[in-house]
Structure formats: structure tokens, C-alpha cells
């Protein structure tokens, strides 16, 4: 069991309404090999700008303060005792245009574009601390219109910076559009339209991948699930908010959001903007257990790979080797 909180300012608000939780930590996780296959994953949208169908879980101040010992003492769940299913490869985003987001994320961030890709629907991105991103192709694309809920982010990426006010200088420079700005984080869309969070971390140079963020109706349900698919202990939880996995190691954060609209894959007016690849041994064993876990089977499926959808709807993908 954990007590406590991830290290994090006092004077953050964090609701759910904003894109993601600046929290400062950072993800250095082992990097894998890409599939090869095109699909389309619901939106997995950022929560952010306040005042817009959220419902708040935090607030300054004393007010967080008052909180902050709930917080502190909340069960954070027994660690996993059963062996994972599968293990986190890549972090897909959707976009219209490959090598426009892909140059975006090379120049803003020092992601580097994977030199033996060769399809002309994919690109992979790796970064220094050991996140995997993959660009896939969506010619039909439906951008997030952040903050509205019925067309959402699904889900969104933190960057960890040293000076959140240079940072989406040069993220405008290179193509962002700025949605919201905070003390300690700004908000922005990439040139897909995918919003994301710059963190403020002045004590450290880079520029950082702190984690993913995922949009649900239920953090406790989604983020139990997510832990027993990829075997990440859950290390955070308070009302509408959780996180699996350590610091360091690719963790994944929950965020509750009212209203919550799910994807529709595969249809495009309803896109899923994110999912993620979860590498498995043998799929005869894996799929199953997440049926059993409360996924659900999709249509689409490959040489090496099939989609499904989370409890909240969000297609993810089990890869495997052939």
C-alpha cells in the first residue's frame, strides 16, 4: 500500500476540465518494436480549460490543504499478485498529416523519428527517457475541439519543461495553437489538434514525457483495469484521479470527466485520437483474460494484432509475434 501524493505543488488546480495533472514526475520505460498495421482508435482526449463539463476534484489552497489529508490516507490498493498480461509499447495519436506532427514533436520535444519506417500510413518516435509514440495515419481525421465534451480529447500527453513560457513560445513557432494558461502548466493543441499540457520543472533542462493521460467516466474502474493488463500497480487514487506505475516507468493517469463521451470506432465522427499498443505472449491466453477483465472485442484485427475497447470504450490494441 502507498500513502500519499506524487510530488506536486500545492497552488495546482486540478480539475477535471483541464487537459492533464502537472505532476513532476518523469517516465523512462523500456522502448519496443512497432507494429505494422493501420487502424483507427477513439479520441482519447485532454481535459482542460476550466468552467467546461468538468467536475472539480481539487482546488487551491486551503482548500486543497483540507483535501490533502484524505488524499494522503486513501488505500492505494494491494500491490498486483498476479503477472501481467500484456506491457505498454506505444502511445498512438491519430493525425491527418504524418510528417507534419511527427516534425512538431521532433523539434518541440527532441523525439527522434524511427529511421527503418517505411509504411506510408505510420511513424514511430522515441524519446530520450524511453517512451515509444507512434503517428498514425487518419485521413478522415475529426480534430478534438477541447474544452467542448462532444467532440473530446480522449486523452492527452504531459510534457515536463523548464520554462513553460519559452516552451509554448516555440510549440506556436512550430505550429501549436495555445488553449489555456496557468501559473504552473499551459495548455495546447498540437497541429493534429491534440491538446497536451507543458509542466513547469525548472530543475530540470529537458524536455520531458511525464506520462499519458486518459479521459474516463470512472478513474477507479479504468485505471484497476489498465493495472491488470499491463501489470502496473496502481500508486495513486483519491476521487477522479488515479495513477498505475512508477515514476520512471511509463506511468498512466485516469482522469474522470462529466460528461463523458466514449469513441465509436471506427467511425470517424466519433474518433478515438488516441489508443495503445499492449504487447502479448500468446494471444490464445491473452484474450480472454482482458475479455474476462471487462473488454470488449472489435472488429478489426490483423496478421498480428486485433482491436478491442476498454470499459470506457476506448479502443487499445494486443499485439503479438508472428
Known sequence: MRAGIPPIAADFLLDTTRTAWPWPYSSRPAALDRHRARRYVRQVRPIAGAGQGGVSVAVRGSAWQDRGSAWQDRDMGPELDRPAIGSLKTVVLDTPDLDRLATFYERLAGWHRHP??????????????????????????????WPDPHHPQQAHLDLRVPDIDAAADRAMQLGATVLRRNERWHTLADPAGHPFDLCLNPD?????????????????????????????????????????????????????????????WPDPAHPQQFHLDVTVDDIDAAEPAVLALGATRLDGEGPNWRV???????PFCLLWTV
Open 308 to 314: 478491442y475497447a476498454d470499459p470506457a470504450g476506448k
Open 116 to 145: 527503418n519506417d517505411d509504411d506510408d500510413d505510420w511513424i514511430t518516435l522515441t524519446t530520450d527517457d524511453g517512451w515509444r509514440i507512434g503517428l498514425q495515419l487518419a485521413a478522415d481525421h475529426v480534430p478534438p475541439r
Open 204 to 264: 530540470d533542462p529537458r524536455t520531458t514525457l511525464m506520462g499519458v493521460m486518459l479521459d474516463c467516466p470512472d478513474a477507479k474502474t479504468l485505471s484497476h483495469f489498465y493495472a491488470e493488463l499491463l501489470g502496473k500497480p496502481v500508486t495513486y487514487e483519491a476521487d477522479g484521479m488515479a495513477m498505475i506505475g512508477e515514476d520512471g516507468t511509463q506511468p498512466v493517469l485516469f482522469q474522470q470527466v462529466t460528461p463523458y463521451t466514449a469513441p465509436r
